[in-house]
């Protein structure tokens, strides 16, 4: 019997600062399968109607950081928080390298946590289709006001150190926040899709063939 399988359509969501209104009217216009937000979430009570993957920002609530972190923060069922590192879900690879939260909301480079870029470093060399991450990795340039000096000048937002681990990953997609400006833009082979924050920016859809599909249809000894 021949199957005619479709890729899993994944919904990309950008720094949401609690803003689930959107988030929910992209959800119920264009049903993805499930989703994954970049970080500056805050919505950690929400019900969604998929199930929603998501990494810490440099901007979270401090009280829902150390209930999360240990382990005593109440997540709905659709609320999936991931820590960092390789995860699988529903047969699509996700390397995911959050921001860390920090208390003053200072402007600059999101950082991360350098144990979880070390473990994520470890695991280069596996198959990834999407890496996450908060800050973003390639030059990404734009003119903009620098709020510290009030001057418009052109801001590159890279992170290098996050450029070098996409380099040694080698995922099919990057995937970043932090920034709030959208694009989507070819570097290296590597597609880089950076989200925005508003209505009109803040989302974008990928589809991708889950791989456990694919190596399941090989334990069939070549039988059809
Ligand atoms: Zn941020």
Known sequence: MVSHEMGLRIGLLGDLHGNSLDAKSWIRRTQPDFCIQVGDYWLYDEEWSVPMYWIFGNHERSKAVRGLIDGTYPL???????????VDIQGVSVMALPGLPQARGAPGPAHYPPKVYELCRRQAGAHVDLFVSHGCGFLFGAMARDIRTGRTEFLNFEEEPITELIRLVRPTYAVSGHNHRFAVEENEGITCIRLGHRAGSLAHMVEIEPRSQVSGADTHNGLP
């Open 76 to 86: 709905s069922e659709n609320n999936r928080w991931l820590m960092g590192g390789l």
